[in-house]
């Protein structure tokens, strides 16, 4: 899987869009970008993944640049809740490969 | 749908003694699971590879005679911590991989299991 590089923290006013970037600049062509984020003393949540469109839920959207060398999680009004670590992860996902978690944004969603 | 549970939430012990720790997929059939170690302000590290019916899988550095893994059936898998020490207290995670249907693959995980070895 292709490694990932995420600032280590973030703040953001509550109520403002949250934009967390992610660089992977060696992502292979079948490689998706997946987003997840841990609440402390939780287990991990899935956000969103996608693999070059744009893409968006009901939590948040993700924005890949073309070449897909970089991606941005925007959680669109940020709410206390909100504060967690964002993990950002490239894998094949139909296959039978691990999931690994590098450090991490750290947000901050301050009143 | 996609749950997986941990139980217990969290758990107190004895230095020298054992502790089980049991992941189970809810709502679906997972062929193989994985075990993650969290310490305090650290990212996920993933201990073993759990397939059912066959040995765990270990990562390098990760005592296999000490952290017994067990998944006995396509929804249940064991991670016995044995002979616990201080060191060994962490929070557990675990997740379980769609066997099949239209999450086919993907991981799901648990809400972890906090252990306190004193």
């Known amino acids: 899987d292709a490694k990932t590089t995420q600032p280590p923290s973030m703040d953001c006013a509550e109520g403002r869009a949250a934009n967390l970037p992610c ?27 996608g693999l070059k469109n744009n893409e968006t839920n009901e939590m948040a959207s993700l924005i890949i640049t073309e070449d897909r060398k970089s991606s941005t999680l925007i959680l669109p009004h940020a709410t206390l809740r909100d504060t967690a670590v964002y993990y950002c992860i490239v894998r094949v996902p139909y296959n039978n490969n691990d999931m690994r978690f590098g450090a991490g944004t750290r947000l901050t969603v301050k009143p | 749908g996609a749950v997986v549970s941990q139980h217990p939430s969290w758990v107190i012990c004895k230095s020298g003694t054992s502790v089980k720790i049991e992941c189970r997929s809810l709502d679906f059939q997972a062929t193989t699971m994985f075990w993650y170690r969290q310490f305090p302000k650290q990212s996920l590290m993933l201990m073993a590879t759990s397939n059912e019916g066959s040995k765990a899988t270990y990562e390098q550095g990760v005592e296999k005679d000490k952290f017994l893994i067990n998944h006995a059936s396509l929804t249940l898998s064991t991670l016995t911590v044995t002979s616990a020490h201080p060191e060994d207290s962490s ?21 972890g299991t906090r252990l306190t070895v004193l």
Do not use: K
């Open chain 1, 23 to 49: 660089n992977h600049s060696t992502i292979s062509g079948n490689e998706y970008v997946y987003w997840y984020r841990q609440i402390h003393s939780q287990g991990p949540q899935y956000i969103i993944h």
């Open chain 2, 91 to 111: 929070f557990y995670i675990c997740s379980a991989r769609m066997s099949s249907g239209a999450s086919y693959n993907e991981q799901f995980f648990g809400p």
